[in-house]
């Protein structure tokens, strides 16, 4: 019965994956996110139901609009993969619940800024405005999660990027972060606590770190890279909704 759940969760997950990759591409242009139907970039001829099944249309179309013959982007199928897998990882750990719920909406909404900072370099305030105000809702309705850690991670998260952003300006004269990773942190610390925060910035900037030096390795170029900060915080934050307790009880071990 478990496994039978499982398979549904991730089917469910797939469909709500392809809803996000619409978002994903249309969120930055300032289009509707419900109309007109999907259609292919190349030719604009509307995607027939039976070519817009996640994942098995573009097995059957092998990676091409039937119309023109435009290839179509793998990352789709990432996205609804993702969001596939995220819905079963979240059945494991919150079971059928209205935490979980949560939580998976909190995680594609994570998803879609993550897509949408790294191929426009912005983070829609549509989403973490609006996020905000979520946030504090559903800590009503979360029990490991009090209004008022939703609240003091709120600040936190977003006064704790803005200070470093601020110390930046004001020691190099330039732009080091974006207002927008401030408005994400800020919705993060809503949903997930200061507790949260705290391990979000700690993951982002360990695993962003990480990143840039590969990116440079593999470059061979010693460049002060332009690296998105918004997909290492939404990484970091849910690694803290899947492990964090785990996490922060081990660190308090160690040290």
């Known amino acids: 019965m478990s496994y039978l759940i ?85 059945y494991i750990r919150f079971d059928l619940s209205i935490e979980g719920a949560i939580y998976y909406a909190f995680i594609a909404a994570l998803l879609v800024i993550t897509f949408i900072d790294i191929d426009h370099r912005i983070i829609p305030d549509i989403i973490s405005l609006s996020g905000i105000p979520l946030g504090l809702t559903a800590s009503f309705f979360i029990p490991s999660l009090r209004p008022v850690d939703s609240i003091i991670g709120l600040l936190a998260g977003g006064g704790i990027l803005y200070a470093v952003a601020w110390g930046y300006g004001l020691i190099t004269g330039k732009e080091g972060m974006g207002g927008g990773d401030i408005k994400l942190l800020a919705m993060i610390g809503a949903f997930i606590g200061w507790k949260g925060v705290l391990l979000t910035i700690f993951m982002a900037s360990a695993i962003g770190t990480l990143a840039g030096v590969l990116v440079m390795l593999k470059t061979k170029k010693n460049l002060k890279l332009a690296i998105p900060f918004g997909p290492f915080l939404a990484i970091g934050a849910i690694i803290y909704i899947f492990f964090g307790n785990e996490l922060i009880i081990w660190y308090w071990n160690v040290i």
């Open 6 to 90: 499982e398979i549904t969760t991730f089917i469910f997950g797939l469909c709500i994956g392809s809803f996000l990759n619409v978002c994903i591409f249309r969120l930055p242009a300032g289009k509707s996110i419900v109309h007109p139907p999907s259609a292919c970039p190349g030719c604009g001829v509307s995607i027939r139901f039976y070519d817009n099944i996640p994942v098995l249309s573009y097995i059957f179309l092998r990676g091409r609009c039937r119309n023109c013959s435009a290839p179509i982007a793998f990352r789709y199928v990432l996205v609804e993969l993702l969001a596939g897998a995220l819905a079963v990882c979240t």
